[in-house]
């Protein structure tokens, strides 16, 4: 995720951060989580299949001095996703490969949904290529804004509250 796209992003999503729980997939070097620590995440989950990747999110953790209050997980993120459990998370950010298509995210985004790690009323972020999809995006999640900088889009989208129209609580849903 560029930084242009980060700093947009924070400023969409700042009043969610504070004392959230925060699930960073396709971590990369962890600068997406670690801004969201910075700007007051309670907790931090950094999750990528690279062995580099992990290493260098481990360091960032320490230079910035969040250590105790990040976990870093060297897996594949669908594997992860499928086996996970615990406390959800408010926030969560996808940054896959721009090359990764369809039948890498469709699965991804399928396993995040069924899973119990959303917490109600999540913010899922999207960060894609501009010539990317994002894949099939399960019903239940509202796109809430989209931002756009250069070849980067970052899409954030929210959990439709329970009674508003398209939700799965609503009549005739």
């Known amino acids: 995720m560029s930084d242009r796209v980060r700093e947009g992003l924070f400023s969409s999503i ?5 004392g959230s729980r925060v699930l960073d997939l396709y971590a990369g070097t962890g600068a997406v989580g670690i801004e969201a620590l910075s700007r007051g995440a309670e907790h931090a989950t950094f999750v990528d299949s690279s062995p580099s990747a992990v290493a260098s999110v481990r ?10 209050r990040g976990a ?5 993120v ?19 490969p721009y090359e990764a298509g369809p039948d890498e ?18 913010t899922v972020v999207i960060s894609r ?10 019903l239940h999640w509202e796109a809430a804004r989209r931002l756009s900088y250069g070849d980067s889009v970052g899409t954030l989208f929210r959990s439709r509250m329970p009674g508003t129209p398209g939700s799965p609580d609503s009549p005739g849903s």
């Open 105 to 122: 995210l469709d699965p991804v985004l399928a396993a995040l949904d069924l899973s119990s790690l959303l917490r109600e009323g999540f």
């Open 129 to 138: 290529g501009s010539k990317s999809s994002n894949g099939v995006i399960p």
């Open 14 to 18: 700042g009043p969610w951060i504070e």
């Open 72 to 76: 870093v997980r060297r897996s594949n």
């Open 78 to 96: 669908l594997t992860f996703l499928e086996r996970a459990g615990g406390p959800g998370f408010a926030l969560v950010f996808l940054d896959p």
């Open 59 to 68: 360091d960032n953790l320490r230079r910035a001095g969040f250590e105790g």
